[in-house]
């Protein structure tokens, strides 16, 4: 591979989506992403070679790969598996070298990392019990309220006057929902409400961590500007988010290839 | 000497009336609904159509349920807690804990031999262990409710589900029957994982026998051997457990009109709002 930079790719096979990320040198090159469909094989190579080929290059330039997220096992190439959480912690200081917190709002999971100056993982927690503080939560909303996953945000930030809910659990906050429409509350106000409580728990498992500054929200929860501004009112500073959220694990993995050569 | 009993559920809205020693003349089960005005009055309505009374016959009401207060028309409101304590003390006097499967809560109560309540303990935050967890599956699994108990017991083995969230285990259960599992299988590994999260609330009380389940939960045969399963032993099941709540309701009105208080005549007869 003589002068010709020797690249590298990180894969996070996870539950909804498959994202893929090459870099070389510290420098992004190409990324892909798909809906996983459920089938982890098959769509894991298809996204890797949607990046190459956005790139401009063939397998065969490949130095390395990292594969991370629940498919990892499922890669059909040869990979090594690193944590999605230290993929998560990589990726995000790789936009924000000063980065101490991350926290990662899936679309099932919330995970929450605090990181020693290094940009270590010093220590997590995830929140696999309780759907209250995840990003299912917010899908639930999305399809009673009839809207777009994209228009939540946006949608929210409009309310001024966000409903409380009497209730953290997720099912008796849908059938909550239901009755809070009939009675006419507005869907943003309804919304603002839903961000809160999700915001409320993540802060909780933040504050459990002993989160330092700077925080980093990603995941494809970070897309959604109302949850931003939720968690960040919830935590008491500003959480700066990444370009692409949902990358950052795929980003970090590839990054992870790149410095972690055996 | 007759008694009425309301029970204003989450989901369901009972009554009952009982002649002058306990008796039961007229019962009536319809839905809490999203229409509530009116609602405990015309249910009221429906039980002393059945028994050829009038609600001025009535010696005393008693409501209970979450939506209690919004009885304009009942003499006392009393918790759901001591209703289903005196409920369960008529249908089964040896009874020592009391399992409470509802719509949207469960609960455990500890009586003492004479059937006082001593403690109890229960869950609302969380669908998990609630009525409400076997209604989102069912919906999901697209077979009704009422199907579910009889269903899971020609299941072969119960499938392990490692969620307590209803709403991961809805996402488990599709995957799941994506993998080949039996309807059957799935609906006893979720019997059995509700069974479990109730009875470990429960064991925070100390389970002591005999152990009697009520409330819609326990009109599912699956769910009540899941039950048995979890803790060692048969229970009893009254046969028409959504009434305990609102059977024992009359009855503290009979013990009370027994102890000699007067109930107010002055009861409102106009149409009731709930949550509102």
Redesign the interface.
Known sequence: MSGERACFAGVDIGSAFIKAVLVSRQKILASAMRPSG?RYRETAGDVLETALAQAGLSRERLAGIVVTGVGADSAPFPARSVSDISCQARGCRFHFPSARTVIDIGG?FTKAARLNTEGRVADFLIS????AG?G??LQ?MARILQIEWEEIGPLSLKSKTPVEFS??????AESETV?RL?EGARPEDLLAGVHRAVAAKVAMQAKRLKMEPEAVLTGGGAEDAGLVRAVSEALGLEVLVPEKPRLTAALGAACLAEENQP | MPFAGIDIGSTMTKAVITDGEGKVLGSIIGPTGAEHRHLALQVMGEALDKTGLVLEALDFIVATGYGRINVPFADKQITEITCHARGIRALFPTARTVIDIGGQDSKGIKLDAGGKVINFVMNDKCAAGTGRFLEVIADSLGIPLAEMGDLSLTAKEAVSISNTCTVFAEHEVTSRLAEGVGIPEIIAGLHAAIAGRVVNLVRTLGIQKDVAVTGGGAMNIGLIRAVENQVGFPVLVPAEPLLTGALGAALLGMDFTARGVVPNRARKLEGVTFFQ
């Open positions: 459920g099932q696999e019990k309780c759907a995840s299912r939560f639930i209730t953290n659990c997720a099912v008796f009755s009939a």
